[in-house]
């Protein structure tokens, strides 16, 4: 959940958590006079053929499970620079979003540049990321927000698809064409920079071990996700100057606005939390079994109080936030909490209750199913 006054952040957050989950990112230089600036929905994914239609002669096998891992490695390994335009489609049970970036990168120092070209309500909006710093560019706003950040390693390039192919292991499925071109199709095993709970697949190019496709999907009792994302114009190692990185192409009156980052602070009980904060902490009857574990206040561009009760072996969270949000989650079900409408969302062996009321948001999180979890959330109600 995200506040209005961080409406900037969010494309570039979301860029983020793509990365992390399938390794996407997009991108484009400013000034580059490139034609596919152009704000353009993206297209279909490309005709593939099977292996039936592909030469598996002696001449053209496809190398081991060995060899193409060393390779793909060593060809990610290789990669300086990166210039390309990624088309992602992404289907959340059946609901299916598209959208288009273009990316400049240099994987070694971390220095990224993302300009969004579809969806249209997006277009023109722009993150730049290096090793400490994230800032994005709202164009509707005509705002720059800037963010400190740091990655672990030294290097953003485990964030991307070269960083996460340059340690995977792959296992060969089939030789098929893309758009006329020999790519290898591979399973990924996932390692530190992939999501081990999604099943991802990737189609190699032959020549270039550079993905043409990445296919991820996942599922739970909640949602059933597919994300693919096709890499299209792939320029690799070409010389990409330094003003790519920077906001020099902005308009001179554009708004900055420096983010900084909430101080928090834990307690170890709820009555050491009581009138530290401006918010009332809440006092929920939680089950039998479950203590107090940690009680922890975020005090920023907004203030949210937590905290966490645990039984031993499992945990339940409550928060509130003083800022109220909109739920867009099309698989939670609608409930009622303390007269006010709610939300509630099934993960598995966990649920998710929200609500809001009186200016703030509650959730309540835990190992409990709807009854369980709105009985909790009704002792807590509005205050």
């Not at 961080?6 to 400013?30: E, K």
């Not at 088309?87 to 400049?104: L, Y």
């Not at 950040?149 to 098929?176: H, K, M």
């Not at 270039?208 to 096709?230: D, G, H, M, Q």
């Amino acid at each position: 959940m995200v506040s209005d006054s961080l409406r900037s952040s969010v494309p570039a957050l979301l860029l983020v958590g793509m990365l992390v989950l399938s390794g996407c990112l997009g991108t484009v230089a400013p000034g580059s006079g490139d034609a596919d600036q152009t704000t353009a929905e993206p297209t279909d994914l490309p005709e593939e053929q099977s292996d039936d239609d592909t030469d598996d002669s002696d001449d053209n096998a496809p190398p081991s499970d060995e060899e193409l891992t060393d390779t793909l490695n060593e060809r990610m390994s290789e990669i300086e620079s990166l210039t390309m335009t990624q088309r992602m489609t992404v289907v959340i049970d059946g609901d299916e979003t598209k959208a288009a970036t273009k990316v400049w990168l240099r994987p070694e120092s971390g220095e990224m540049r993302s300009q969004t070209l579809a969806p249209e309500s997006r277009a023109g909006d722009v993150s730049l990321l290096n090793e400490s710093r994230m800032a994005i560019y709202d164009a509707d706003e005509q705002k720059v927000t800037v963010y400190d950040r740091e990655f672990n390693g030294g290097s953003a390039a485990g964030l991307t698809i070269v960083g996460s192919l340059r340690e995977a292991s792959v296992e060969y499925e089939a030789t098929e064409q893309i758009d006329g071109d020999r790519t290898y199709r591979v399973t990924l095993v996932p390692n530190g920079t992939m999501n081990a709970e999604a099943e991802m697949t990737a189609w190699l190019d032959a020549e270039t071990y550079f993905p043409k496709r990445v296919e991820t999907t996942s599922s739970t009792s909640a949602l059933n996700t597919t994300t693919t994302i096709e890499y299209e114009n792939v320029s690799l190692n070409p010389t990409i100057p330094d003003t790519t990185f920077t906001f020099d192409d902005l308009p001179e009156d554009v708004e900055w606005e420096e983010y900084s980052t909430p101080d928090t602070s834990t307690y170890d009980s709820r009555e050491a939390m009581t009138g530290e904060s401006n918010l009332s902490v809440p006092a929920p009857d939680v089950p039998t079994g479950y203590e107090f574990e940690t009680g922890r206040i975020v005090e920023g561009t907004t203030e949210s109080v937590s905290i966490t009760y645990t039984n031993g072996d499992r945990q339940l969270s409550v928060t509130a936030i003083n800022t109220t949000y909109e739920t867009a989650d099309g698989s939670a079900e609608n409930v009622t909490i303390d007269g006010n409408e709610a939300r509630y969302t099934d993960f598995d062996d966990r649920g998710l209750v929200t609500w809001s009321c009186d200016g703030k948001t509650y959730s309540v999180h835990g190992p409990f199913d709807e009854t369980g979890l709105v009985e909790i959330a009704e002792s807590i109600g509005c205050h």
